[in-house]
């Protein structure tokens, strides 16, 4: 953490029509050890019932609810207009179907940097777990634990040796795993004034990859990332993804590719319009 500075630390949340998800994760919000100064949730067209959810939960948490029409899969635009309604010094953004452990919060403010970003990831649950789970698994923190899971039928794997809570394995494994550390729209955070510096996410761009775009640009910037995979948890909900094409897909790799060679650090279709 940046030393003798006091900074804000704010949540985005992006969804779409999946109020029972996005529930499961409000319940992991109300439980955090720091609590966020602010949550955005960047809402890409939902129906009522998630306005009314979110209405719900905006008496206990300090919500902000940014909504636009539905037009298909705009996350990358909806992000922009939740980063502009932001007013938190440090932005940590993820997603309607990722839960986080009572520390995530705590674990991105305390390895905030300038200068650099951090990339974390996810546990995946399979969907029978990710249904049954209630308010009582996640508050008591039950979720979380492997003996729990295992219980629930989880099948066991090497995966699994990321819920282990241990300060000296969990550094020792982020520091040895060969993932690279890249803007994972899943579990990421970072300076808003590096996020308004790169002009937000490609509004080009829609599913696949317009999030490791993002990171590129910052890298091109000049800002480094840093792994916390094994540190910041949070349990990834089962989903289908039907707004996933093989047209958006070559798209964005294109569009990455020009990234990468270009150099460019502003998208000229991000928060500002050139």
């Known amino acids: ?10 949540v985005i949340i992006s969804t779409y ?5 996005l529930e499961k994760v409000l319940w992991g919000y109300q439980n955090q ?3 966020p100064d602010e949550i955005v949730i960047a809402d890409d067209g939902s129906r009522d019932d998630t306005r009314e959810l979110i209405e ?18 705009q996350k990358s635009q909806i992000l922009n207009k939740a980063i502009v309604a932001s007013s938190a010094d440090y932005l940590i953004f993820t997603d309607q179907d990722c839960i986080p452990r009572k520390d995530f919060v705590a674990v991105h403010k305390e390895r905030a940097e300038k200068g650099y970003f951090l990339s974390g990831g996810y546990f995946k649950l399979p969907m029978d777990i990710s249904l049954a789970l209630s308010q ?26 990321k819920l282990v809570k241990s300060k000296w394995f969990t ?22 004034e590096d996020v308004l510096n790169v002009n937000g996410f490609n509004e080009d761009m829609q599913y696949g990859g317009q999030d490791r775009e993002f990171g590129e640009r910052m890298f091109n910037m000049g800002i480094k990332s840093k792994q916390i ?6 349990l990834h909900l089962d989903h289908k993804r039907p707004y996933k094409t093989k047209e958006s ?12 060679k270009s150099g460019i650090v502003k998208t000229p279709n991000g928060i500002e319009k050139e």
């Open 171 to 192: 550094n020792g494994m982020n520091f040895v795993t060969p993932r690279k550390a890249t803007w994972n729209g899943c579990n990421a955070s970072g300076w808003r």
């Open 1 to 10: 953490m940046e030393m003798g500075k006091v900074f804000t630390i704010g």
């Open 17 to 21: 029509n999946s109020p029972k998800w």
């Open 249 to 260: 897909i070559a798209k964005n790799v294109a569009i990455r590719k020009n990234t990468r």
């Open 33 to 35: 050890d720091v609590a």
């Open 56 to 73: 719900r939960y905006a008496k206990v948490l300090p919500i902000k609810h940014v909504w636009h029409e539905d037009r298909g899969f």
């Open 136 to 161: 009582e698994d996640v508050l008591s923190g039950k979720a979380f634990e492997i003996s729990w899971l295992k219980k629930q039928g989880l099948k066991m794997n090497f995966k699994v040796s």
């Open 229 to 234: 995979v094994y540190s910041a948890i949070c």
